[in-house]
């Protein structure tokens, strides 16, 4: 695999080696699965999105590294990610938020779900909205930058993993978020 910007090869991934906790096509759970097989059969499965924002109406935005399994170098409007075998989606948003940003101790706010099911991936998305105006201490091995910016700007940025472009919108669309540009 090579990227596409750089027209070099990318770092090898690195796959966690945990159990997911696989749902049916009804989000109902139906199992557990190592991250590498959820992948490459490309079970279903449950993952949280987390909208983080500053009282100015910006939203954070991360770089993925190079050695993300999916979309490396990538855009992320949202933190987050899988949620773990018997894991609460409450939960699992606490525990990738403290991991991705450094961020703990505030209050999650529950904003909806939504489905993503394109290129392979078979998500059920819990979605999340956090205000903050704080330091941040991006972990290294997953995220390359952060920067904030709009949620309208960030929406027109090349790159966006589609996943956390559809939990944008969602937000948009439901009106827990202004767009502001």
């Known amino acids: 695999m090579t990227d596409a910007l750089r027209d070099e090869p990318l770092p090898t991934p690195h796959v966690a080696r945990e159990r997911i906790q696989l749902v049916d096509a009804r989000n109902r759970p139906c199992g557990s699965a190592w991250r ?3 992948r490459r059969f490309r079970f279903w499965h449950r993952a949280t999105y987390i909208v983080v924002h500053n009282p100015r109406g910006e939203i954070c935005v ?7 399994e999916v979309f490396p170098g990538g855009l992320d409007l949202a933190a987050g990610g899988v949620v773990g075998a018997g ?8 525990r ?19 489905v993503h099911a394109e290129g392979g991936n078979h ?12 330091p941040l201490a991006p972990q290294a091995e997953e995220v390359a930058e952060v920067f904030w910016c709009t949620p309208a700007d960030a929406l027109e940025l090349p790159g966006v993993t589609p996943d956390t472009r ?15 540009s």
């Open 36 to 38: 590498a097989a959820m």
């Open 62 to 68: 991360q770089r993925r590294t190079l050695t993300k």
């Open 87 to 94: 894991e609460a989606e409450h939960l699992a948003a606490r």
């Open 96 to 114: 990738e938020l403290a991991e991705e940003l450094g961020i703990r101790g505030v209050p999650l706010r529950p904003a909806g779900e939504f």
């Open 123 to 134: 998500i059920f998305g819990s979605l999340f909205l956090v205000e903050y105006s704080g």
């Open 166 to 180: 559809q939990a944008l919108q969602a937000l948009l669309d439901a009106g827990l978020l202004e767009a502001t």
